[in-house]
Nanobody, 117 residues
Framework: QVQLVESGGGLVQAGGSLRLSCAAS????????MGWYRQAPGKQRELVAT???????NYAYSVKGRFTISRDNAKNTVYLQMNSLKPEDTAVYYC???????????WGQGTQVTVSS
């Protein structure tokens, strides 16, 4: 079993920055991708950014150039640096860990990010 614990959400003004962290523990498989998804009220959960254990990244178009995903494999931790935040970035942000080849897929409990205009 895998546990994901997120931290770093909060309230920030438009144009500000936040950094999210997600620490994974438990039976973590080596070939994996960690990432962040978000869900705003009344909307479907959507991808924000992912990063594989080898460092390959993928970003949603809406956050490219503003958000940066990184990870520390030794700590099994993924980070999301969010700059130039906009009110439309307001959502619950969920950490995700999945096996690259296989069905294993885990979610964190979510952390609220609110950007005021």
């Amino acid at each position: 079993q895998v546990q994901l614990v997120e931290s770093g959400g909060g309230l920030v003004q438009a144009g500000g920055s936040l950094r999210l962290s997600c620490a994974a523990s438990g039976s973590i498989f080596s070939a994996n991708a960690m990432g962040w998804y978000r869900q705003a009220p009344g909307k479907q959960r959507e991808l924000v950014a992912t990063i594989t254990n080898s460092g390959n990244t993928n970003y949603a178009y809406s956050v490219k150039g503003r958000f940066t995903i990184s990870r520390d494999n030794a700590k099994n931790t993924v980070y999301l640096q969010m700059n130039s935040l906009k009110p439309e970035d307001t959502a619950v942000y969920y950490c995700n860990l999945r096996r690259i080849v296989g069905p294993e897929n885990y979610w964190g409990q979510g952390t609220q990010v609110t950007v005021s205009s």
